[in-house]
Nanobody
Framework: QVHVVESGGGLVQAGGSLRLSCVAS????????MGWYRQVPGKQRELVAA???????NYVDSVKGRFTISRDNAKNTVYLQMNSLKPEDTAVYYC?????????????WGQGTQVTVSS
């Protein structure tokens, strides 16, 4: 079993910044992709940003230029630096970790951390 724990959410005014962290622990073989998703009530969970084990990044268009994803492979940790936050960024943010063993892949999710941006 792999445990995924997020931290760093909170309440911030529009234009402010937050940094989310996510640590994976437990029965880890090889972590491939790590990503951040977000969800608001009544909507589907959406991918915000993802980073591969080699460092390739992709972002949803709405956060490009404002958010930066990074990872520390030695610590099995992924970060999301969020700048110039907008009220529409308000959501529960979830961390996703893909654990790989041979041809088998296993996705694990954290419990989520609330980000609230006030106008």
């Amino acid at each position: 079993q792999v445990h995924v724990v997020e931290s760093g959410g909170g309440l911030v005014q529009a234009g402010g910044s937050l940094r989310l962290s996510c640590v994976a622990s437990g029965r880890i073989f090889s972590i491939n992709d790590m990503g951040w998703y977000r969800q608001v009530p009544g909507k589907q969970r959406e991918l915000v940003a993802a980073i591969s084990s080699g460092g390739s990044r992709n972002y949803v268009d709405s956060v490009k230029g404002r958010f930066t994803i990074s990872r520390d492979n030695a610590k099995n940790t992924v970060y999301l630096q969020m700048n110039s936050l907008k009220p529409e960024d308000t959501a529960v943010y979830y961390c996703n970790v893909r654990n790989v063993r041979g041809i088998d892949e296993y996705d694990y999710w954290g419990q989520g951390t609330q980000v609230t941006v006030s106008s």
